[in-house]
Structures are given as C-alpha cells and as structure tokens.
C-alpha cells in the first residue's frame, strides 16, 4: 500500500511543489504495495483499508489536537470514482497522472497551510481536519469536488463523462484516546456516497451520539 502525502504549502515554487509530488508517488518502501491492475484495483476499491503509520500518526495527532482543546475533529474520507474502469480504459501512466493532479487539486484548496492530503491505497485519500467546524469541513469538502471537476479529466467510463470523487465526512469531539471507529465512520459515509451515485458526499456526525453517552453515564 501507498501511503503518501502533499501538503500545502504555498511559500515552495510551483515546480518544487510537481517535482515533490511526483517523488511522493513512489511506493513507501515499508509499505505493502498492492499489484497494479484492473483487477487488483476492483479488489480493494470498497473494502475494509488497512491504514498505513503516515494515516494513523495523521489521525492521531488530529484527535489529541482536537481533544486537549475541546474542539471538534473532521475527517474526510475521498475515492476517485470508478477509478478500476479509468485504470482500464487509460492505462498506467495516465491513471498515474490522474492521481497526482487530483491529489495536487485537493491540497490547492484545503483551506490552511500543513493541512495535509494522504493517499490510501489505489485510489483514495485521507484528509484530517482538527479543529475545524462541521459546517466549514462540508464546504471544504464542495470546493475540493468542484476544484476536480473544474479539471475536467476525461473518463469515459464515468457516467459522469470527467474525472469525479465520493467523499465520506465524519465530525466527532475526540475525548480520551484516539478511537479508531473515527475512521471506520468516515469509510462508511463513503460507502453510502459511493453507492449512491458519481460524485456525491455524505456525512456522519457523531456529537450527538456521544452527547448522549456522557449524560447517561
């Protein structure tokens, strides 16, 4: 598995910034990297992700952060959509390609400077918000749809015609240590923007729940 990452950091010159991207797409060697293909890609498309030390540390620091100041944490949770077609009706240098200038385009419009965007696996991608509002998290995550759409990447195995994301949103207020069922949160709210349609995005906000833990208790 890929584990890597673009931050942004408008201070660097926009050709440092290709060139570092390009480095980042390299396979992490202390990771497994899953065989590249139509097939392999379709099999972990929708699964259950096994995070690698880059996502978990990310997570972690989000929710220590959040949680030693009260304040909320946001995850989101993106796929290229249909990306195992694209890989198959592209080939590997362009799908290559597409990766990077989606995951460029995110990090373009997150909204604060370290922010960062993690890539898991083929062809998704992490993005850990702490202290950032709920309603602030949703339309970071609009901008970063439209920022690819506006790209206008062919796909013509996409309804859609172009190049669009699924994104999963999860809001929670971290307490205590850091619970991994955060992210399983977020998975799931892809799963339901996947399974309904090209380029949608659910959310889950799980303050309300938890409230109602602490007053019980």
């Not at 030390?53 to 989000?62: A, D, K, M, S, Y």
């Amino acid at each position: 598995m890929t584990d890597t990452a673009i931050i942004k950091d408008q201070s660097e010159p926009f050709w440092t910034r290709v060139r570092t991207a390009l480095a980042l797409l390299r396979p992490v060697r202390q990771e497994r990297v899953p065989a590249y293909g139509q097939a392999a890609i379709a099999r972990s498309i929708g699964m259950k992700p096994k995070l690698g030390e880059r996502i978990e540390g990310e997570l972690v620091r989000g929710w220590n952060h959040a949680a030693a100041r009260h304040v909320s944490l946001s995850l989101l949770v993106i796929e290229i959509d249909r990306f195992a077609d694209y890989f198959t009706a592209y080939g590997k240098v362009q799908a290559d390609q597409c990766l990077l200038t989606v995951m460029r385009a995110i990090a373009d419009v997150l909204p604060r400077e370290g922010d960062s965007c993690l890539r898991l696996g083929s062809a998704s991608f992490v993005i850990v918000l702490p202290d950032m509002p709920a309603l602030m998290a949703r339309a970071t995550a609009g901008k970063i749809a439209e920022a690819v759409r506006q790209l206008a990447m062919p796909h013509k195995e996409s309804h859609a015609g172009i190049v669009t994301l699924g994104m999963g949103l999860a809001v929670t207020n971290p307490r205590g240590g850091y619970d991994k069922k955060f992210f399983e949160a977020g998975a799931e709210a892809l799963k339901k923007a996947r399974r309904r349609g090209m380029g949608r995005i659910e959310g889950v906000d799980l303050r309300p729940a938890q409230e109602r833990k602490r007053r019980a208790a």
